[in-house]
C-alpha cells in the first residue's frame, strides 16, 4: 500500500540526501528503518509524507503515485500519520485532551466520536496517571506518549514513528516498546525509523538499512542483523543479543527474556 520507487531527493543541488530508493512497507507489520545519524531516515518520512517530494522516482500510495494537490495531500495525511522525534514539536496545547483531540475537532468529527477515540488512545499509551496535568509539566517520555496518542485518533492504517526512544529512561523504553507492540497488534502498519538496534531488532519483522541516503540491505530482522560487516558499513554494531548468539554461541533469541527462560531452564535440567 505504501511504496517507493526508485526515490531520490536532495535538500540542496549535486548533494543527494535520497538515492535510489526502492522501498515496500507493506512487507512488515512493523517495518524498521536504520541507519546513523544523517543517513536520511527523517528525509525519508519527508517524502512518504509529501512534506518534500523527490526531483526523481516516487512514492507510491495505495498503488498509485502520490498527488501533491492539497486535497490528495490531506486525505493521505489522515491514513499515514508522523510522530516527530521531538514533542515539542507536535503538542501544541497545556492540555492533554485538547490537545490530542485537535485534529479531529478540524476535520469536524462528532464530539462523541471524538471521546471514543480520546479514550482508547489514552489508554493505549498508559496515559491515565498524568491525563490532568499539564503538559509542561510532563516528562519528556510522557510528552511522547501524549504524541502518540495523537497520532493514534486518526486511527490511521500507518504509523510513523521517528527515533521513538531517543531520550528516554530504561523504564520509558520499554514501555515504547510496548506501546508499539499495542499499536501493531491493533493490525497497524508501523514503520520505526530509529539507530537504537536493540529496539529495531526486538520490535520489527521487516528491516531497511540505509548508509548515506542508499539502500544497503533489507530482510527479516534475523537476516539483516546476522550481518555485521554489512552494519559496520552502516556506521552501526549487532544487537546485544545477536553478539550474543554469534560470539557465545547463545540460542539466536528475539528478547532478553527468551534468553532468560532458555538458559534459566537449562540450568534445571538435571545432569
Ligand atoms: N531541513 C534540511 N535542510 C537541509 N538539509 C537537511 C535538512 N534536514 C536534513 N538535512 C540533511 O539531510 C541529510 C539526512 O538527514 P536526516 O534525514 O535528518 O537523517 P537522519 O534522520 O537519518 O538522522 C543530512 O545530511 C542532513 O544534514
Ligand atoms: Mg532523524
Known sequence: MLATE???FSWQQDQPALCDLTLDF????????????????STLFMNLLGL????SGRVLWQGEPLRYDKAS??????????????????????????DIAFALRNLGMAE??????LEQALALVGAGSFRHQPIQYLSHGQKKRVAIAGALVMQSDYLLLDEPTAGLDPQGRA?????????????RHVIVASHDIDLIYHICDYIYVMA???LLAQGSERDVFLQSALLARAGLS???????????????????????DIVGQSQEMPL
Open 6 to 8: 526508485a526515490l531520490c
Open 52 to 55: 518534500q517530494r523527490p526531483q
Open 26 to 41: 507493506s512487507r512488515g507489520r512493523v517495518t524498521g528503518i536504520i541507519g546513523a545519524n544523517g543517513c536520511g531516515k
Open 175 to 187: 514501555a515504547m516498546i510496548e506501546i508499539i507492540k499495542r499499536i501493531s497488534d491493533q493490525g
Open 73 to 98: 495531500l490531506l486525505a493521505l495525511r489522515q491514513r499515514l500519520v508522523l510522530v516527530f522525534q521531538e514533542p515539542d514539536h507536535q503538542l501544541f496545547y497545556t492540555d492533554i485532551d485538547s
Open 212 to 214: 548515506q541516503g542508499r
Open 112 to 117: 462523541s466520536v471524538i471521546q471514543g477515540r
Open 238 to 260: 549487532q544487537p546485544w543479543l545477536v553478539k550474543a548468539h554469534t560470539r557465545l554461541g547463545m540460542p539466536l533469541v528475539k528478547t532478553e527474556q527468551e534468553l532468560f
